[in-house]
């Protein structure tokens, strides 16, 4: 198959206008203005609501080409990857087509069209705006308020026509790889990977589906190369349209999730071949693994598990979205450091969620090698979808079709969900209004029937669930702790304290979240010093859910004091944020028999914003970030705090036992001991331990409980593994004093370490380097009174120890106010 790539410099117009100005595929209508200075940032200020425009207005695309390296094949098509998404597509004055789904990959024969030179290609978009408007006003259908009404009409990632994370920004242009492809008009149409695992050995099957005129002996080529490099081949020829070729893998290197193994990967290379002739060609990484989601009855209920290789994972994750509003402008770099952020934090899954878009393979190439499991979802979203149209069924269905042969063979894909939050919609936000009866009925054909069947149908190797969060019984109790999955908000959007949490026992926690501001170097690319205020214009078009900054402060002033001014308040939402999340997941994997994984929203953001997520936009690791590297640690110490009992908890994720002590101690905030010890502790595999329940009644008084705090420390051998401190009053009560940290530094080897000390309690670090970026090995921690610490950061590229000293910044809650 010979191609020829039509990526690169194109032109653009207004549609009725006559400047064609330069353009950039992939890529679309707003980075193109933007770069051409024709529309400000919208990300900046209030320039959201300035470029409505620009998605209100039809436009043009246009590319010229000389074709004369493909004409002599006897087939070439015009194949799209990605068109977002009302296209018309011309070629040389010939409508080849309309499209109008963002998720899907068209593909028309143009050989009888092409010229040797002067080719030209026409794509003309339609504004979504204007079609999901005019859509809505004939049917209106419920949907997000943050939104553009309208957007379940069209086949578009939801969230681009807003949330409450995101601007209302619906990209419009040529998203994905455009190209020509040549050949004999024989091509590999579908190649479905298999793998079979019995006996110590794995059968690796590739089920090859050809399209085109066969009309002699061909020959299919499996290839397997291990991860070593050893490579096996088996072939088949014959004048067939499907082929079927099985290799055994006698032993195999197994795949597994991060933390609970290594992710050696095999490729695998499908050949189409006429004699000596290469005809077509694919290539696939591979994982070899077992996975089951797990549902069996308990005492709670009913499990919901996932198994690898046949051990129960406790799955410690958090929800993806779109990484930007304008998603040609990820590059690999940002992306890997994204995935490599959930790695560096112990995840081993994340939530594909329904609001945006199937990804790209570059996404899942990055969890296949990095153990990240995805949970996938099918894009739909908080919303009502016109379900019982036949187009619109059939052309979901071409979108199903696709995907999931694209994403099926993936090592790290663990799950196909039908939706987001859909199920709960119907049964609890008052989607009862009598035009939408007939809705529900076909909500319920569909995600319980239809697209269950195509799911299991086209990818028989992977679970399929139908709405998140589901009980799996329709209608009934989605968002129930007996079984399922379920989503939890009371603490956000109902404004319960962080308590709430231990209430909970999820058998799978697939949501649930706080808000935090962005680090304030985040904060100044779009705001000015004088909107550094909660409540001023700019702060509030970047908070895009109701009332959350005031959320936000509501329950920082229930665990803080008011904070002197606005760099305190970013960073007391950002450990508040940090905390909260905390409370919950510590107590959920304490729970690990009956609940059985923790997904926090959300890993990152697509602009800068007030948010859920632990990375904002700019990849600066938020105070969440950190907290997590903690809380999804392979052995996670905590403590259950009932003042004036303390209990402590080793909770192992390792698949052995492990061994090692609690050093405890009763002590002020500056460091006084009025109790210490030291428990054996031998933490059972795959388990939560309960180390000892501690009974403070008789040294706590109301006198002296706001100086008094509980500090527990896990050590293996000499080797400090993780620290815990609880309290006996809340952090606001705290009789906190200047801790007075010095900090010593010294560089080795490229890296700035830092030696941290203080004369009595510092509550919750926080470390930075003055105008640098840089992720340290620990931030946002309690430093006890006399307790040294070490921290470690990459030193930026150009400094000296001197100008590292000269950054370093030390902030803590004593500060604050």
């Known amino acids: 198959m010979q191609t020829q790539s039509l990526t690169g410099k194109w032109h653009f117009r207004q549609a009725g206008t006559d400047e064609w100005l330069p353009a950039t595929v992939p890529g679309g209508v707003h980075t193109d203005l933007l770069a051409l200075g024709r529309i400000p940032d919208p990300f900046v200020g209030d320039n959201e609501k300035k470029v409505q425009w620009v998605a209100e207005a039809d436009w043009e695309y246009r590319y010229q080409f000389a074709a004369s390296d493909v004409l002599t094949q006897s087939h070439i098509w015009l194949v799209c990857d990605g068109l977002d998404t009302l296209a018309a597509v011309v070629l040389n004055g010939r409508t080849l087509g309309q499209t109008n789904n963002m998720f899907r990959q068209y593909r028309w024969d143009v050989k009888e069209l092409l010229q040797a030179d002067n080719n030209e290609l026409l794509i003309t978009f339609a504004s979504p705006v204007q079609y999901i408007t005019e859509k809505q006003a004939v049917r209106p259908l419920p949907g997000v308020s943050q939104a553009i009404p309208g957007g379940p009409y069209l086949r578009k990632a939801p969230c681009q026509f807003g949330w409450d994370w995101g601007p209302q920004l619906p990209p419009i242009g040529i998203w994905k790889d455009i190209r020509l492809e040549a050949g004999s008009g024989v091509r590999l149409a579908d190649v479905h990977l298999r793998q079979d695992h019995a006996d110590g050995q794995v059968t690796v099957s590739a089920d090859v589906m050809l399209a085109g005129q066969v009309d002699e002996d061909l020959t299919v080529q499996l290839q397997i190369i291990s991860p070593d490099g050893e490579a096996f081949v088996v072939e088949t020829t014959s004048q067939f349209t499907i082929h079927n070729l099985l290799f055994i893998i006698p032993s195999p290197q197994l795949w597994w999730p991060n933390g609970y193994g290594d992710q050696p990967l095999y490729q695998v290379i499908i050949n189409l071949r006429q004699g000596e002739t290469l005809l077509d060609e694919r290539r696939y990484q591979l994982g070899l693994r077992t996975i089951k989601l797990r549902q069996e009855p308990d005492e709670w209920g009913r499990s919901f598990e996932f198994m690898v290789n046949g051990v129960p994972i406790f799955a410690k994750g958090s929800n993806w979205i779109p990484a930007d509003s304008f998603p040609t402008r990820i590059s690999d770099e940002y992306l890997e450091a994204l995935i490599r952020g959930a790695v560096e934090t112990h995840q081993n899954m994340l939530r594909v969620w329904g609001g945006g878009f199937f990804e790209e ?20 979203s908080c919303s009502v979808y016109p379900l019982d149209d036949a187009d619109f069924l059939e052309n979901v269905r071409v979108e199903v079709v696709e995907n999931v042969r694209r994403i099926r063979h993936r090592a790290s894909l663990a799950l196909w969900c039908g939706n987001n939050e859909m199920e709960e919609g119907w049964a609890n936000w008052g989607w009862t209004r009598p035009d939408l009866a007939d809705m529900k009925v076909a909500y319920d054909q569909f995600f319980h029937c239809t697209l269950a069947e195509w799911s299991t149908t086209i990818d028989p190797d992977t679970p399929y669930w139908p709405s998140s969060p589901s009980s799996d019984t329709p209608f009934e109790n989605p968002n129930g702790q007996v079984q399922g999955d379920a989503h939890y908000w009371d603490v956000w959007h109902g404004r319960k304290p962080f308590t709430a949490y231990r209430g909970q026992f999820p058998r799978f926690m697939s949501e649930f979240g706080f808000q935090a501001l962005p680090p304030l170097a985040t904060i100044r690319t779009y705001a000015e010093e004088a ?8 702060m509030e078009r970047h908070q895009k ?15 803080f004091r008011l904070p002197k001014d606005f760099p305190s308040l970013v960073y007391l939402s950002m450990v508040l944020q940090a905390e909260g999340i905390r409370y919950g997941v510590e107590h959920w994997r304490r729970a690990r028999e009956r609940v059985a994984g923790t997904l926090y929203w959300q890993l990152n953001d697509c602009w800068p914003v007030a948010s859920w997520s632990s990375l904002d936009y700019f990849g600066r690791w938020k105070a969440l970030h950190y907290a997590a590297r903690r809380f999804y640690a392979p052995v996670l110490l905590s403590i259950e705090d009932a003042p004036p009992r303390q209990g402590v908890y080793v909770t192992s994720d390792i698949r052995k036992m492990w061994q090692g ?6 002590e002020t905030l500056a460091g006084e001991q009025l109790a210490m010890g030291e428990e054996v502790v031998q933490a059972a595999a795959l388990a939560n331990t309960p180390v000892k329940m501690f009974d ?9 409980r706001r100086n008094l705090m509980f500090v527990a420390e896990l050590w293996q051998d000499d080797r400090f593994v993780a620290r815990q401190t609880a309290f006996f009053a809340p952090t606001k009560h705290l009789e906190l004093v200047d801790p007075q940290v010095k900090a010593t530094c010294c560089v080795d080897d490229g890296q700035l370490i830092v030696e941290l000390n203080g004369r009595s309690l510092a509550r919750l670090v926080e470390l930075s380097l003055d105008s640098a970026d840089v992720v340290f090995s620990d931030n946002y921690f309690d430093l006890p009174a006399g307790r040294k610490t070490i921290v470690t950061c990459q030193l930026p590229s150009g400094w000296d120890l001197s100008q590292a000293e000269a950054a370093l910044r030390i902030r803590s809650v004593y500060d604050s106010f």
């Open 361 to 380: 393979e570059r996404f899942y190439d990055l969890c296949d090698q990095y153990g990240i499991l995805v949970w996938q979802d099918y894009i739909f």
């Open 531 to 538: 909107d550094w205020n909660m409540t001023s214009y700019i």
């Open 545 to 559: 859910n109701d009332s959350g900054n005031s959320l936000m402060v509501g329950q920082m002033l229930d665990t």
């Open 661 to 666: 002590s609690l050093r405890w101690s009763l």
């Open 696 to 704: 403070f009644a008789e040294q706590v008084t109301d006198d002296n």
